[in-house]
């Protein structure tokens, strides 16, 4: 029995989710926490299996609760949030960068024509991310200093993918690449639709180097990071112009697909594309990872020890596509070692 906490200061919401969870028999309530102050409190001494938390609460909100939660009581926290806009959602990334693991909009009513799509959804995740191991919250480290190692490649693109834990993880290896970086860099993170533009906007205010949602057409820029907008796929062809589709040949249970990234990258730009592979659940973007490492190009997979789920870049090893399996902490300072022989070209836009 999966045991749950719902940190949720509406009546009728924590009703609405309380009922919604416990349609599944393997599924059980423990309790209401009414504000975040409760939730911690409860967390210490209900010990639940996962903690849906609202963001909004009285006396102490969500983004505190879940930093209290993972100092004192470490437990999976599930964000349920009612709001996409991109300044009003940032909580939500904050409470992730605290170490929840995902976000979720907050259901609709019983007479909602998603209602079974979004009680499913709901359902599949609580049940996913209980399994998720506990973690104690780490806190961001400067990045490692790397020894600069002669680099033979000269790379003109960055392609990373992620899923669960991903924006914290993506957030501090993106910290680590300088305004001026001299490649583009293409991202997919996993995401409920509806937050990948307050993804976008959240990275950009946490990091140096500028960051936007990618569209259809543009060109990549050196300097710039391209984030996969809701439900496209990304992709990008050889003279450098961003692809945004919803079809992909090979058969994906994610929209945006890491494996599709990773293909056209490959395709493109073979002995000068980097891959990069972070924290997720499943294993996207491993065969994608093996594409770009045949065509000559270099790759990393986030080590076991720092992911939160330790799948996607598992696969990507077992395939033999990971050149290197770094800490997070490491990762942001390989991506501008490897590049280090065109920094020189800083100051320039140079597009792909």
Not at 208 to 225: F, L, M, N, P, T
Not at 280 to 289: I, K, L, R, S, Y
Request: with cysteine; charged share 20%; aromatic share 4%.
């Amino acid at each position: 029995m999966i045991k749950v906490l719902i940190a949720e200061d509406s009546a009728v919401i924590a009703g609405h989710l309380k009922s919604l969870l416990e349609s599944d028999p393997e599924i059980s309530v423990l309790a209401i926490a009414k504000n975040g102050i409760e939730a911690v409190a409860m967390a210490k001494n209900l010990h639940p299996d996962v903690i849906t938390m609202d963001l909004l609460m009285p006396k102490m909100d969500g983004v505190e609760a879940t930093r209290s939660i993972m100092r004192e009581s470490p437990t999976r926290i599930v964000i349920v949030t009612a709001s996409t806009d991109q300044i009003e959602s940032r909580p939500a990334f904050e409470a992730l960068k605290e170490g929840a693991l995902t976000v979720l909009d907050k259901p609709r009513g019983y007479g909602h024509q998603n209602y079974e799509h979004i009680k499913a959804n709901l359902i599949k995740t609580i049940k996913v991310m209980s399994t998720v191991k506990v973690v104690t919250r780490w806190r961001e480290r400067p990045p490692a200093r790397l020894a600069t190692t002669p680099v033979t490649m000269e790379p003109r693109i960055i392609a990373i993918g992620a899923s669960t834990g991903g924006p914290a993880a993506l957030g501090q290896v993106l910290k680590a690449l300088p305004r001026l970086l001299p490649v583009p860099v293409l991202v997919v993170q996993h995401m409920t639709a509806g937050f990948g533009a307050a993804f976008a906007g959240w990275l950009g205010q946490e990091c140096e180097i500028s960051i936007k949602v990618a569209h259809d057409h543009e060109r990549a820029e050196s300097g710039v990071v391209y984030v996969a907008p809701d439900d496209l796929h990304l992709g990008i062809s050889a003279n450098g112009r961003i692809g945004l589709t919803e079809s992909y040949a090979k058969k994906t249970y994610h929209r945006p697909s890491i494996n599709h990234l990773f293909e056209t990258v490959a395709r493109g730009f073979r002995g000068q594309a980097i891959g990069v592979l972070l924290t997720g659940m499943g294993e996207d973007g491993a065969t994608g990872m093996l594409e770009i490492k045949k065509a000559g190009g270099k790759t990393y997979c986030q080590d076991e020890a720092s992911s939160i789920v330790f799948g996607m870049p598992k696969a990507a090893i077992a395939l033999g596509a990971a050149d290197k399996i770094l800490p997070i902490d490491k990762i942001g300072p390989a991506l501008v070692a490897t590049v280090g022989a065109q920094m020189q070209k800083q100051g320039e836009k140079i597009n792909v």
